[in-house]
């Protein structure tokens, strides 16, 4: 079956640092990957998407990368703010985006000042 | 935004009871989905559903059942609740399985 699998956090920055968080997948298929933020109290909302291979997701300064050779989609930002500070999930899709969403268990993420 | 609403947002009962918990949305969309999220286990599905009547069962569908009689609802009960139960419940709902929007949670403790 579908799975992803996320770095464990939680991961702890100072602002304007360089963030990654590791993202890779097991599907068969082709599956669509996304990136989903939640905020301190609230639901989760999609940060960015790729639905094919190479394909680059962004928003926010946040990107990600669908690498196929590798089955990963991991998340960076260049300088990160003290407003990024949320819990990311890592999530697939299989079948060309056709199935239901499968979530990594989630990466913590505070920014300092 | 879907127009999602969950109800209650915050739920104490007590072990043995059954309890409901509404989604609703303002959208019409197609599917409407529950979740619980558990510290060290993310996001999981309980049951989903793909229109009017027609649902299906995630991967921790015991001990809860759903009911959608109309598109902007969608009811999760637990029947009997326990202390496993204690969760924080997300409503999800979209017009496409890889589209979806998420509703503002309902923290539900059981003692």
């Known amino acids: 079956g579908n799975s992803v699998t996320q770095m464990e956090g939680p991961v702890t920055l100072s602002e304007e640092a360089f963030l990654t968080i590791n993202c890779t997948y097991t599907?068969?298929?082709?599956?669509?990957l996304f990136w989903y933020v939640q905020y301190p109290g609230e639901g989760l909302q999609l940060l960015l998407k790729a639905t094919k291979a190479d394909d680059k997701g962004s928003n926010k300064g946040f990107e990600a990368t669908y690498r196929k050779e590798t089955t990963s989609f991991h998340l960076e930002k260049g300088s990160v703010q003290v407003s990024d500070s949320a819990v990311y999930f890592c999530a697939l899709s299989g079948n060309f985006g056709n199935e239901k969403l499968t979530f990594g268990t989630g990466t913590r993420l505070t920014i300092i000042p | 935004d879907a127009g999602i609403t969950q109800s209650p947002r915050h739920k104490v009962t007590e072990t043995g009871t059954p309890v409901t918990l509404r989604c609703h949305q303002t959208e019409n969309h197609r599917y409407m989905y529950w979740y619980r999220q558990d510290p060290g286990h993310g996001l999981r599905l309980i049951h989903y559903?793909?229109?009017?009547?027609?649902?299906d069962k995630g991967e921790v569908s015991d001990g809860y059942s759903v009911s959608r009689s109309k598109t902007e609802d969608f009811l999760l009960t637990l029947e009997s609740a326990t202390s496993s139960q204690t969760s924080v419940y997300f409503c999800?709902?979209?017009?496409?399985?890889?589209?979806?929007?998420f509703g503002p949670g309902t923290r539900l403790l059981v003692l």
């Open positions: 999800a709902v979209g017009p496409s399985q890889e589209t979806q929007y």
């Open positions: 559903s793909y229109g009017v009547k027609d649902t």
């Open positions: 599907a068969t298929g082709y599956p669509s």
